[in-house]
């Protein structure tokens, strides 16, 4: 289980997620969903919405009862969420969901028939949040297990410390940073990425919306449809024209991920080499998951070889969390594939490669925007 965390801690990030997050107004109703891992962390969450003026609504998934159910309970009877269960939703303004179960082993270890009924509400779920306009954030501590830990080589201990403290952090200061960076890939036209382990990438922008995470889910996000955010937040995402690509991109070790229909699970790439000519991927190398990453292209279809989007991340207080390591102040982070979820045109079936670098250099129409991993205008 999750160790014991002081009060202050949990009143702490209780407060910074309703008040500078999700931006919580006295009046206005908000849903707090947890798993029983995370049950303490969402008492905080009642207390101090309580004492912002606001009407808390507390929902806990019991995890024991939760395992239970899938052993017991006929699989046609799992995955289904009553109305009453979308009608608590549809009356929020804003939303905090405090993801489980914590026994990520024993999740994957499910049949994947089990695990799609489970998940088969999930759409439905965002539909609601997108039409009500509701504000919502993610947390995930109650993910952060052993065998994940393992799986993406962190020190659990950090990982989780990493997400308090981000979690825990005034997010609004990044929110200026991404606001002049999205300005520039807005209105650009070419990007040059390098780096001294020999990354020389020419890429070119589309003139396309920038979306910027900064850990703030505000009016401007809602009418862009960007109302849920994953917390700690702070990263600045523009889709590329897949048409251009030129050079080549060294990982030089750091962590990198792939989403691929046929796998599970998120594939962990590690020391990556990935070489563009003619706008096409062509000749690839890892120092890890490289027979996943080769099983999973090859049966992937038309854009697999297309660059999908580049982005540039504005926390300075992550540095090692797995699943947000595109997030981390100054690191750059290209994919390859699918791009359609972020406005690009690929719509190649779920197959996107990540590799982050860190200590880069990125020009836009030859404006300096990070230098040796550092934002311009950052203290060296």
């Known amino acids: 289980m999750l160790p014991d965390y002081p009060e202050p801690t949990r009143r702490a990030l209780a407060r910074n997620l309703l008040r500078n997050a999700l931006l919580l107004h006295r009046g206005e109703n908000v849903l707090i969903e947890t ?8 008492e905080s969450l009642v207390l101090e919405a309580r004492i912002l003026g606001a009407r808390p609504y507390l929902a806990v998934e019991d995890e ?16 289904h969420v009553g109305s009453h269960e979308w009608a608590a939703l549809k009356a929020c303004d804003a939303h905090v969901y405090l993801w489980g179960p914590y026994d990520t082993a024993r999740e994957e270890a499910l049949p994947a028939s089990v695990r799609n009924r489970i998940d088969a509400n999930d759409h439905e779920w965002f539909r609601l949040i997108h039409r009500g306009g509701i504000r919502s954030v993610r947390w995930d501590l109650g993910r952060t297990s052993e065998v994940w830990a393992e799986r993406y080589g962190v020190d659990l201990k950090r990982w989780r410390d990493e997400l308090i403290e981000g979690a825990t952090k005034d997010p609004r200061p990044m929110r200026r940073d991404g606001r002049r960076i999205a300005e520039l890939l ?16 020419s890429l070119r922008l589309a003139g396309r919306v920038p979306k910027v995470d900064d850990g703030v889910v505000d009016d401007d996000d809602i009418r862009a449809g960007n109302g849920v955010t994953v917390v700690p937040s702070g990263v600045v995402v523009v889709t590329l024209d897949e048409r251009y690509a030129e050079g080549t991109f060294r990982s ?12 599970r699970t998120q594939t962990p790439l590690y020391g990556g080499r990935l070489t563009f000519k003619s706008g096409k991927l062509t000749d690839y190398a890892f120092e890890r998951g490289e027979s996943e990453f080769r099983r999973a292209y090859k049966s992937a279809g038309p854009g697999k070889d297309r660059p999908g989007l580049v982005s540039v991340g504005l926390n300075s207080s992550t540095t090692s969390i797995p699943f947000l390591f595109d997030q981390e102040r100054g690191i750059l982070c290209i994919t390859v594939g699918r791009n359609a979820e972020m406005g690009g045109h690929t719509r190649s079936p779920r197959f996107t490669a990540y590799q982050p670098l860190r200590g880069a250099n990125l020009e836009v129409d030859g404006t300096p925007v990070v230098r040796s991993g550092i934002l311009v205008g950052d203290p060296a």
């Not at 798993?35 to 969402?42: D, F, I, N, R």
């Not at 030089?252 to 796998?263: I, K, L, N, T, Y």
């Open 35 to 42: 798993w029983s891992a995370t049950l303490p962390w969402a």
């Open 64 to 79: 024991a009862t939760w395992w239970k159910s899938v052993e017991e309970a006929p699989a046609p009877h799992l995955g």
């Open 186 to 201: 807005r209105t650009g036209r070419s990007l040059r990425i390098t780096h001294r382990n020999g990354t020389d990438l």
């Open 252 to 263: 030089e070790g750091s962590d990198g991920v792939m989403f691929a229909s046929e796998f």
